[in-house]
């Protein structure tokens, strides 16, 4: 009897000694995000990015889709990036499978450092006027990458953080503006991604507003988008990361007089393409 007594208390000291030594690894990893976390790129790394743009009218039906997607490598010869293998594929109901895309040639081979502006004329030289959602994956991973290393150091769990030089009306290459009203950043807590610890990062801007006006057609309208971030523990790289965004526009063609309503939502993944590292 005493000796099952003394078991029950050397397993009850043992589980309590390993639920403590877990929750203290717990408040390390949630007290605060490492400020002296340094970007470790040892080689190239590549991502596949894919962004389905849902065309619904104001109840919701949908009108048709397309998918715009490429591979996307950082840290190459002098730190430069490259885009290759941008495709855009187009289907009309809403389960209805993306057949395989039509290539984007202009795209193929892009290259430039990732501290270029991307905001202006010059930078998508080649590109025809039109080719905004090929832009987009451009803008889209610039902005991917601000928020997952520009501000780490300033995020406090569960507490929303304003970035103010994120905040601003910004020209979107000769091609319109694009209006920031707010930017919400907040560390939700601590996950885990492609095998690694991870800080989990929320980003959150409403009430945008949109105007372009190119070759093909004139748009003006609102823009919402969100998503999260997963950025390595380990060496800083993003892991993983997910867009949302619904924009209400309105839509004139050449030789039309009035502007359509509609509304476009956007869904994108940002996958870490492990196998080709």
Same mark, same amino acid.
């Given at each position: ?33 490492p400020g002296?976390l340094q ?51 187009? $289907? ?9 895309? +039509? ?44 928020? $997952? ?8 769990? &569960? ?20 209006? &920031? ?14 095998? +690694?610890?991870? $800080? ?30 997963w950025v ?17 526009? +309105? ?27």
């Amino acid at each position: 009897m005493r000796m099952t007594l003394v078991l029950l208390a050397f397993s009850f000291l043992f589980a309590y000694n390993c639920m403590a030594s877990e929750s203290d690894v717990l408040d390390k990893y949630l007290s605060s995000l490492p400020g002296d976390l340094q970007l470790k790129e040892d080689g190239p790394q590549s991502y596949k990015f894919t962004c389905d743009h849902l065309n619904i009218n104001t109840q919701g039906d949908l009108i048709g889709k397309h998918r715009v997607y490429g591979e996307y490598t950082r840290a190459l010869t002098e730190g430069k990036v490259r885009w290759k293998n941008v495709s855009i594929a187009r $289907a009309v109901g809403f389960d209805d499978p993306f057949p395989e895309g +039509e290539k984007q040639d202009y795209m193929e081979g892009f290259t430039y450092n990732p501290d270029s502006d991307s905001l202006k004329p010059e930078f998508f030289q080649g590109f025809p006027a039109t080719a905004i959602d090929a832009r987009n994956l451009v803008w889209d991973t610039v902005m991917f990458e601000g928020f $997952a290393w520009s501000y780490l150091d300033k995020l406090e769990l &569960n507490r929303t953080y304003y970035p103010s030089e994120a905040v601003g009306e910004f020209n979107l290459a000769g091609a319109g503006t694009f209006q &920031n009203k707010q930017i919400e950043l907040t560390w939700l807590g601590i996950s885990r991604m492609n095998e +690694e610890p991870c $800080a989990l990062i929320q980003y959150r801007a409403f009430l945008n507003k949109l105007n372009v006006s190119t070759e093909g057609f004139d748009i003006r309208g609102g823009s919402h988008y969100w998503g999260e971030i997963w950025v390595s523990l380990e060496d800083k790289q993003i892991e993983h990361a997910t867009l949302y965004e619904n924009v209400v526009v +309105e839509t004139k063609m050449p030789g039309q007089e009035n502007w359509q309503v509609g509304t476009v939502f956007r869904r994108g993944v940002f996958q870490k393409m492990i196998d080709e590292e």
